[in-house]
């Protein structure tokens, strides 16, 4: 590839303002709805909506990639469509019934973005897959940085800002992706495109489909806490600011560990796996007993570390183990359980639950799901250990 350092240097950019352009607006669409006058009840079945719709956006999108050989015009097409959803949402965000036909449309094409970048940059370094790592911690530090100022912004000049930040951020990630070039044709791929025994083969690897299993346990016990966030901040006495420092932590403390994932690559995977299978748990945990805004960020920063363990593990597995063919799909499988199906599950009860009796039973709820996560990721490590004693 010629120039390949000005084209890493160019997926780092995309990575930042990928995750910016998130941030812009689609991370304070749930505050926002909030401040409209919208239930936890309905904001946890708008939630949900946007949840299965981004579950089914990860099979579309990445099997459109893998099919048509081509992840940038994807992502250009895609961000382009999340551009247009922000200003429909923002626009007609008085409309509950509107709002809750963009959103998760929305979540149809922002969520599956993230993978189709991941796998971009992955097909583009095959002979350097350790650049994905240090690629992923330029995002959480754009992500984290921005966040925390973004949240103030908001607070002090309220969110009539989203849909100019979206405009500039979005726009300059569109940009960038035209300079960009798309995946190499190198890979031994049939003429006929994804087909479904293709996708099917994919359940016949024990590895891959224990991940996927793990994947959506730590999703469940992760994702009643994630998606309701501002909610558990406000029970404490916090408020959208602190929703701010809060993205700022989860992503700040994934920095060292992504950019010095070549190191964290020398550990072994099994003893990877349960190290970012722990953080869910932990965060569910110090939520139950939090009583200040101060112990629900603490909760956070775990959660990030284990995932920042976790993502590259993941995407190495994959990498190491599915057909070149029909990657692209298989990171959006994992990635589709982890944050759209956990999410569909438990959004369909913790606004009801949370508007019915607070927040307490959620909590322990999410530390019965992160037991059954830790102990699935102990069990295969004891299994991966009796199978290759000396790693």
């Known amino acids: 590839m010629k120039n390949e350092n000005t084209v890493l240097i160019r997926f780092n950019m995309l990575q930042v303002f990928y995750w910016c352009g998130l941030a812009s607006m689609g991370s304070f669409v749930s505050a926002f709805m909030l401040s409209k006058g919208m239930s936890n009840t309905r904001l946890s079945i708008m939630l949900s909506l946007y949840m299965l719709c981004a579950f089914i956006g990860q099979f579309f999108w990445g099997g459109l990639c893998d099919k048509l050989r081509t992840n940038k015009k994807i992502f250009i097409l895609c961000e382009f469509w999340v551009l247009a959803l922000y200003y429909l949402i923002y626009i007609f965000s008085d409309n509950f019934i509107l709002v809750n036909i963009f959103y998760p449309i929305l979540g149809f094409v922002v969520v599956p973005v993230a993978v189709i970048l991941d796998s971009w940059i992955l097909k583009c370094f095959t002979h350097r897959p350790q650049v994905f790592g240090p690629a992923r911690g330029w995002a959480s530090a754009g992500f984290a940085f921005f966040m925390l100022i973004y949240a103030q912004m908001i607070q002090r000049l309220g969110y009539g800002i ?21 995946v190499p044709v190198t890979e031994n791929i049939g003429k006929g495109g994804i087909k ?62 992504l950019f010095l994932s070549g190191l964290v690559r020398r550990i072994p995977q099994r003893i990877r796996i349960i190290l970012g299978s722990s953080g869910a748990l932990i965060m569910a945990i110090l939520d139950l007993l939090a009583t200040s805004p101060v112990m629900v960020i603490t909760g956070t920063v775990f959660l990030g570390v284990s995932y920042s363990i976790l993502l590259p593990t993941v995407r ?10 029909i990657k692209t799909t298989a990171h959006g499988i994992c990635d589709a359980v982890y944050g ?30 992160g037991l059954v996560a830790l102990g699935l990721a102990v069990t295969y490590s004891i299994r991966m250990r009796g199978q290759n004693p000396n790693g």
């Open 162 to 182: 989203m849909p100019w930040f979206a405009t500039v951020i979005v726009g300059a990630a569109i940009l960038i992706a035209f300079l960009q070039p798309d």
């Open 196 to 257: 479904l025994q293709d996708i099917g083969n994919l359940a016949k690897s024990p590895t891959f489909v224990f991940i996927v299993i793990l994947m959506l346990f730590i999703g469940l016990a992760m994702s009643p806490v994630s998606n309701m966030k501002i909610v558990i901040l406000e029970s404490v006495g916090g408020s959208v600011s602190h929703q701010g420092i809060d993205s700022f932590f989860l992503c700040f403390f994934q920095l060292p560990f």
């Open 340 to 369: 759209s199906l956990s999410g569909i599950i438990s959004l369909l009860y913790v606004g009801s639950l949370i508007d019915t009796v607070g927040t307490t039973p959620v909590f322990i709820i999410c530390i019965c799901i």
């Open 316 to 325: 190495e597995i994959v990498e190491q183990k599915v057909d070149p063919s």
